[in-house]
Each structure stands twice: as C-alpha cells, then as structure tokens.
C-alpha cells in the first residue's frame, strides 16, 4: 500500500486547510482591530482640533 491513499489525503487536506482558515481569521481579526484604532484615533483628532480652535477664539 502506498502512503498517498484517500484517507491520509483526506486528512492531510483536512489539517491544511484547517490551518489556511485560522490565518484568514487572524488576519480578518487584525484588519478589524486596525480599524478600530484608527477611529478611535480619528476621533480623537477631532476632538483636539475642535479644541485648539476653541481655545484660540477666546
């Protein structure tokens, strides 16, 4: 019997493929932190322009 027979096929695309989904997922779960950060840092911006120019009227 040969070592390329169905089952370990089988289980060898099973275990490639299980490890392609977790790095898609880790990445998709990066890009979604990515975006948080820079809302948050968006925001934040805006909150200090609209202050300095606040600050600079009175």
Avoid at 3 to 30: F, P, W
């Amino acid at each position: 019997m040969g070592r390329n027979n169905e089952r370990n096929i089988k289980k060898h695309n099973d275990k490639l493929h299980k490890a392609q989904d977790k790095i898609k997922q880790a990445e998709i779960v990066r890009k979604e932190k990515l975006k948080q950060i820079v809302k948050k840092f968006n925001e934040d911006n805006i909150q200090d322009t609209n202050l300095n120019k606040d600050h600079g009227k009175k």
